[in-house]
């Protein structure tokens, strides 16, 4: 089993930056990729960006590539996402997930750290 906790969200305004960590605590063979998502209020969730574990570059969404950039820290089991030039549409609860399987199938998930812009 793998427990996922966020922290770093708030309130920041138009332009400004937020560092978002996920840290991971559990059986950590179970887990193959990384994800961030968001839900904003009335809207479908949203995924943001995903890693694969064993590495390899990061995939973004269309609405935060080149603004977002997703890394992680394996000796920590801590993955971060650092948002850049933020816009009042990235206002949401950003949600971290992990998938046991190779192709991101997330199936464990975090409870969410709310992002403000």
């Known amino acids: 089993d793998v427990q996922l906790v966020e922290s770093g969200g708030g309130s920041v305004q138009a332009g400004g930056s937020l560092r978002l960590s996920c840290a991971a605590s559990?059986?950590?063979?179970?887990?193959?990729?990384m994800g961030w998502f968001r839900q904003a209020p009335g809207k479908e969730r949203e995924g943001v960006a995903r890693?694969?574990?064993?590495?390899?570059?990061?995939y973004y969404a269309d609405s935060v590539k080149g603004r977002f950039t997703m890394s992680q820290v394996k000796a920590n089991n801590t993955v971060y996402l650092q948002m850049n030039d933020l816009k009042p549409e990235d206002t949401a609860i950003y949600i971290c997930?992990?998938?046991?399987?190779?192709?991101?199938?997330?199936?464990?998930w975090g409870r969410g750290t709310q992002v403000t812009v």
């Open positions: 890693i694969y574990v064993g590495g390899g570059s990061p």
């Open positions: 997930a992990a998938s046991g399987v190779p192709w991101c199938d997330y199936n464990y």
């Open positions: 559990g059986d950590s063979y179970s887990r193959y990729c």
